[in-house]
C-alpha cells in the first residue's frame, strides 16, 4: 500500500523523487517524506501530502535520494511516523512498504541493545538492525539485518557517505528502472515513467544494489542476472490529460480499453492453450478476487454458467485463505488488477499448494501474482491510477467474455451474434459516456441522501454491488448492493423517503421480478432510480428517474450499466466536494492482509 521510491544519479534528488513520489500517492496518502543525502543525510517528513510537502522543504543538496507516501498501519498518520525512518545516528534511513510481522520482538531486543526507537512503526526496527550489523559494508549489513526480519517488505535504504542505494524485497512490490547515468527503484512503474521505460522486476529474496551507472542483483550472497524488460505503457497514459480526476479520465478511457482488450485476444488465446486442452476434463471452477475485481469475479460465474455450463464457485480472496477448501482438478480463475493484493496473492499460493491451474486475468505486467499464475491473461487497461477501479474492471469483464465464448460451444448462430454485440460495446459504451450530463443531473439529486441501495438480479446482482461500492467509496454516502429478491427479508425496515434506490434492470429472465421488486420498494415511500434500456417505455411509468441506457444482449448488459453507475457516483462525489482520487483511509493496491 505505501509507495517507495528512489533515486541515483547526476542530477538533484530532490525534485525527482518528489515528482515520482507524486506520483505513487494512490498508494496512500497519510504522510510522505523524502531524505537526501550530500554531506550528511538530510530527512524531511510529515503527516501531510507530497504537494503540501513540497512546498514546505528548502533546497536540498544531494544526487541521490528515496522517498516514502505512507497508508498507515501501525502508528497513526503523524510527522513521528512518517518515513523514511533512520538509526540512532541518523546516518541510516530506510523507507519500507509491507508489514514485518515481529517487530515487536526485535524493537524488544534492539531496546535492550541499547537502541533508541522513537516511532510506533514497525519499519523503525530495520534501519536500527542494520546499524547493529553494519561495519563498513552497506549491502552485507542489509542482507544480514532481513535475516532477522519476518513479514513482507520492499525497502530502499540510503546511508550516509555510501552512494549507493540498497533494496529488497519479499512479498512486496518493487522495481528497478534503468536510465542513462542514473537509476530509479519504485514500487510500481507509473512512479518513474516520466524518466525510463526499462525495467528490471525484482524478484522475492533479491537485494539490489544501485549506482548511478551499475546495478547488481544478488540472492543468497550470489550475484545473479535479471532481464530487463520494456514497459509498454506511455507517459500519458499515466496523466490526466486535461480532466479533473484521474477517475473520470479513466472512465472516459472505457471505449478504448475495451477494443485495446480486444485486440490482445491473439496473446489471450496463446496464454489460454492448456485451458482449451483441458476443456471436457474441467468439473468446477472457483474464482478469486478482492474488492471491484471480486464483483467481476461473480459476473463471471454467471457468463461461465450460462456459456459453458460448468458450476463456478466465488470467492473472496481473504475469507478463502481461513475457509476455502478446493481440489486439485479445480480450475482456479484469479482477478486482480494490480496483481499486488496481499489477500489474492496468499489465496494464489494456496491454490497452487493443492495443485489447482491457476489462471490470472491481471492488470500489471510483471506484477507478483503473474509469477505465481500458471497462465496470465493481460486485461489492456494502461496503468488506473484512480484509487476506485474502473476501467480495469471493465477490462476483466472483457478478457472472461473473450474467453467463456472461446470456449463455449453455442451454436454457430448465437457465436455469431456474441462477437458481433462484443465488437459494438466500444459504441454502446461511448453512448453511455455522451448521457453524461443527464446522469450529472441526477447525481445532483442522489448527492442528498446519506443511504442508498442498489438491487439488481442475476447477472446484475453484482453491478448493484459494484454501483454500491463505487459510490460509498468516493462519495461517503452509505451504498449497499442488494439481491433484489432479498430486500424484503429485513432491509425492508430502513425503506422510506430518505432512502432511494437505484434499481439495474436488464431485458432477461429477471425483468418481470425486478418489476415487482420496484413496484414493492415504490410502495414503501423510496424514490427509484432506474438504470433501464432505452426504450423500456414501462419502467418510464413506474420509476420516478430513469437513466437510459443502450441496448444490448442482456449478458453484456453489465458493462453499459456499470458504466452509467461509475458515472452517478463520480458526479455525486463531485457534487459533495470529495476527494475522488485519493477518498480517505483506502490506498490502490492492498498489499497487507
Ligand atoms: C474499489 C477497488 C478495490 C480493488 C481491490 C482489489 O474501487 O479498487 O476494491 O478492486 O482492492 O484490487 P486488485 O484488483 O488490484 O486485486
Known sequence: MCGIVGYIGDKPAQPIVLDCLSKLEYRGYDSCGIAVSSSGIEVYKDAVRVGALRKALPKLDGTVGIGHTRWATHGEPSQVNAHPHCDCSGKITVVHNGIISNFQLLRRQLTAEGHNLISETDTEVIPHLIEKYYDGNLEEAVETALRDVEGSYAI????AGEPKLV???KDSPLIIGIGDRENFIASDVPAILDYTNRVIYLEDGDIGVVTTGKIKIKRDGKEVSRQEDKVLWSVKDAQKGGYE???????HEQPKVIRDTLIGWVSVAESAVDLAAMR?????????????????ALIGKYIIEELLGIPVRVEIASEFNYYGQTLAKTVAIVITQSGETADTLKAMKKLKAVGCLVLAIINVVGSSASRIADHTLYTRAGPEISVAATKSFIAQLMVLYWLVISYSEVDARRLTDLITELRQLPEKVQQVLDNEDKIKEYASYLSKYENVFFIGRGINFPVALEGALKLKEISYIHA????????????????????PIIAVVARDSTYQAMLSSIRE???????????????????????????T???VEAIFSPIVNTVALQLLAYYTAEERGCSIDFPRNLAKSVTVE
Open 480 to 499: 449497499e448492493g442488494y439481491a433484489a429478491g432479498e430486500l424484503k427479508h429485513g432491509p425492508f425496515a430502513l425503506l422510506g423517503e430518505g432512502t
Open 245 to 251: 480526476h484521474f477517475m473520470l479520465k479513466e472512465i
Open 549 to 551: 441506457v443502450p441496448k
Open 280 to 296: 471436457g476434463g474441467i468439473e468446477s471452477m472457483l474464482i478469486l478476487a478482492c474488492g471491484t475485481s471480486y464483483h467481476a
Open 167 to 169: 533494496a529488497a524485497r
Open 156 to 159: 530502499i535504504v540510503l546511508a
Open 521 to 547: 420498494v415504490k410502495a414503501r415511500g423510496s424514490t427509484v432510480i432506474v438504470l433501464a434500456e432505452e426504450g423500456d417505455e414501462t419502467i418510464g411509468e413506474l420509476a420516478d428517474l430513469v437513466i
